[in-house]
T-cell receptor, first 109, second 115 residues
Framework: DAKTTQPPSMDCAEGRAANLPCNHS???????VYWYRQIHSQGPQYIIH???NNETNEMASLIITEDRKSSTLILPHATLRDTAVYYC??????????FGTGTRLTIIP | DGGITQSPKYLFRKEGQNVTLSCEQN?????MYWYRQDPGQGLRLIYY???????QKGDIAEGYSVSREKKESFPLTVTSAQKNPTAFYLC??????????????FGEGSRLTVL
């Protein structure tokens, strides 16, 4: 029973902002939204997480809607090295992380 | 350099043989995890350990065994009872049991092929 829904694939031009959507309409009040990415044949890498407020770090920004039913990961200036599978995960603090199939993002030169 | 080291990176074994994958971390993390990934699929949790000498089954533990005798080490044995062992295996660790941040640090993975 998937907690999140992501598009299977997306393209983005190099240098533009990449906006990756995630639907989590059944999210509970104590569940966080996490984003990870996995470059081909490597281990996943943590990007960012949030509960209610928008978050920003050196890698990306996370925008969570007011009703918390969806979120968007923003890579502000995509580079070719951002080509990867991006996983959106919803998780309460006592739960283990469950990875779905994610969104395959391709950055186009 | 702090991190997680998995070995070997590539491993070939004959059907019916047990094989042990190594995972070592020098991050002083309490919790460690093993995931399995099949082509085009997400990660599935095999086993996890929140503290030394304790571990719990994940979603697909059948055919696998683990030990946690030291904080730094969490080896995974793929036994002959595992029906489809060919996969990409990923080890991870976190500061606590994922209780607060959910930030996992992953190794580079071990790709096991059973011939």
């Amino acid at each position: 029973d998937a907690k999140t829904t992501q598009p299977p694939s997306m393209d983005c031009a190099e240098g533009r902002a990449a906006n990756l959507p995630c639907n989590h309409s059944t999210i509970s009040g104590n569940e966080y939204v996490y984003w990870y990415r996995q470059i081909h044949s490597q281990g996943p890498q943590y990007i960012i997480h949030g509960l209610k407020n928008n978050e920003t770090n050196e890698m990306a920004s996370l925008i969570i809607t007011e009703d918390r039913k969806s979120s968007t990961l923003i890579l502000p200036h995509a580079t070719l090295r951002d080509t990867a599978v991006y996983y959106c995960i919803v998780r309460a603090s006592y739960e283990k992380l469950t990875f779905g199939t994610g969104t395959r993002l391709t950055i186009i030169p | 350099d702090g991190g997680i080291t998995q070995s070997p990176k590539y491993l070939f074994r004959k059907e019916g043989q047990n094989v042990t994958l190594s995972c070592e971390q020098n991050l002083n993390h309490d919790a460690m995890y093993w995931y399995r990934q099949d082509p085009g699929q997400g990660l599935r949790l095999i086993y996890y350990s929140q503290i030394v000498n304790d571990f719990q089954k994940g979603d697909i533990a059948e055919g696998y065994s683990v030990s946690r005798e030291k904080k730094e080490s969490f080896p995974l044995t793929v036994t002959s009872a595992q029906k489809n062992p060919t996969a990409f295996y990923l080890c991870a660790s976190s500061v606590e049991s994922g209780r607060v941040t959910g930030e996992l640090f992953f190794g580079e993975g071990s790709r096991l092929t059973v011939l």
